[in-house]
């Protein structure tokens, strides 16, 4: 239970009711022993400029986890980014230190590939198509890079949005093969929906049911919906045999790394 | 335990480790199973424009207990006040209409009056002496005033402070009795130490000893000083076959006038 000394961590956005980081987060700061809570603030866009102000000030706030829709506007307005929030011009979470100042991190991707290294994939040489080219998909496309793949494919209807993140890619991993062409599926060890298709039980794939049949079955199949928790996309990747990571494994994968740079929680949890 | 859906009320003051509110409102919340949790904040006077400007767009908070030291700081920066805290030009609570309005009331007199009634305490008619003339002591004088003591007297080393405070008074309530002069303590039905002093342990009293000796067996003598529970002042009081009300008993009895105005309570909890 929240006293007046219980020093606390946000995770702001709008919506916000459906998030499942408050619980977790909560939950092991409880299981631990630790005087700390999780609180979901909803703000309005009205309200970023100034709720960001108040941090500065906040003093008994240790950070904020940020989440849809303020990943990137929230980016502008901080006092330091990590190299890799710099280059996605995105964060998802932010540290407060002690003089005040705010710090910016994305470690969207790195949640992501803890999960799939959970799942025994190892990105280096690997090929991977990241389907999906807006906040999370571009930190995954990212960390991809940064572990070594071979070749990334970024897929998105929004073809000036795909082409403007591999050009940002390229200028970042010059040695590395970036591109938006596939013919099928069957050449990627890792394909990943970093879409917001099939939420909420609509049903809809990312890919064409066709081009989902050329997924090769050593492929690890990857989605960053997380309701429902097997999406239409992971079922039929399933069915062709395909290893599965689901939305919530790369959101309770990334705990670890969001508390660690809040300075409230050890790296792996 | 807090989540993704739950609403939120804060406190905000500084410092704030040693309030009570948070852990008497959540378990509140808890017992009545709503879905509702207070946070404490500790918030730097840098980041108080700010935060309420932040609040007007903080869609999932209902409202805020304000404590020391910015009960007066805010007042300026509300939409609305109620007559008493436009009065006072103090709040100790805002509540959040939905359309982001901020409408500020101070329930500090309210609640000790509430307490005080649980002891027997009419204030109709009677005689009071207040001590300090800070917040809340101009909040408890305001409502004895509004519930039609004979006589008030304002009791304050800073005299100006108390003159001030009288002449507000008398403004407001023009028929009664409102000064600053007393020989001794018998003619009063209650007494009322609003000053920090005795907090802490510090063993002080807010009036001399020799004076004390004066308190009329049949009076109420009362404390705002939470810590500790029975204060020096009190202990003589008790001595001496008064009626006592302790810090913790007001703050306990404006819980609901608090949670009302926020509309998270019924007004008697």
């Given at each position: 239970m929240i006293r007046g000394s219980t020093e606390l961590v946000a995770i702001i956005g709008s919506p916000i009711a459906q998030v499942k980081s408050p619980a977790n987060f909560n939950t092991w700061f409880e299981q631990n022993g630790q005087e700390l809570a999780m609180v979901a603030i909803d703000m309005?866009?009205?309200g970023l400029a100034a709720f960001i102000d108040a941090l500065r000030g906040w003093r008994n706030l240790r950070g904020c986890v940020v989440?849809?829709?303020?990943?990137?506007?929230?980016?502008?307005?901080?006092?330091?980014?990590?190299?890799?929030?710099?280059?996605?011009?995105?964060?998802?979470?932010?540290?407060?230190?002690?003089?005040?100042?705010?710090?910016?991190?994305?470690?969207?991707?790195?949640?992501?590939?803890?999960?799939?290294?959970?799942?025994g994939f190892q990105p280096a040489e690997k090929r991977a198509l990241v389907v999906g080219s807006g906040g999370v998909g571009a930190a995954i496309a990212y960390a991809l890079c940064e572990s070594g793949v071979r070749q990334l494919v970024i897929a998105d209807l929004d073809k000036p949005r795909a082409e403007a993140l591999a050009k940002l890619l390229r200028a970042a991993f010059p040695q590395l093969n970036i591109g938006n062409?596939?013919?099928?599926?069957?050449?990627?060890?890792?394909?990943?929906?970093?879409?917001?298709?099939?939420?909420?039980?609509?049903?809809?794939?990312?890919?064409?049911?066709?081009?989902?049949?050329?997924?090769?079955?050593?492929?690890?199949?990857?989605?960053?919906?997380?309701?429902p928790v097997i999406t239409p996309f992971l079922e039929i990747a399933r069915e062709l045999g395909?290893?599965?990571?689901?939305?919530?494994?790369?959101?309770?994968?990334?705990?670890?790394?969001?508390?660690?740079?809040?300075?409230?929680?050890p790296l792996d949890v």
């Open positions: 309005a866009e009205s989440t849809v829709p303020y990943k990137q506007v929230l980016a502008e307005r901080l006092d330091g980014l990590s190299p890799r929030a710099a280059a996605l011009r995105s964060v998802n979470v932010i540290r407060r230190e002690a003089d005040g100042r705010l710090l910016g991190d994305n470690v969207d991707g790195e949640g992501f590939l803890k999960a799939a290294r959970a799942h062409q596939y013919a099928n599926l069957s050449v990627f060890d890792l394909v990943v929906n970093a879409t917001p298709v099939g939420m909420g039980g609509s049903g809809e794939l990312p890919l064409a049911g066709q081009l989902l049949e050329t997924l090769n079955p050593s492929a690890l199949v990857a989605d960053v919906v997380t309701n395909c290893r599965i990571q689901t939305g919530p494994e790369m959101a309770r994968a990334q705990m670890g790394n969001l508390g660690h740079f809040m300075g409230v929680m």
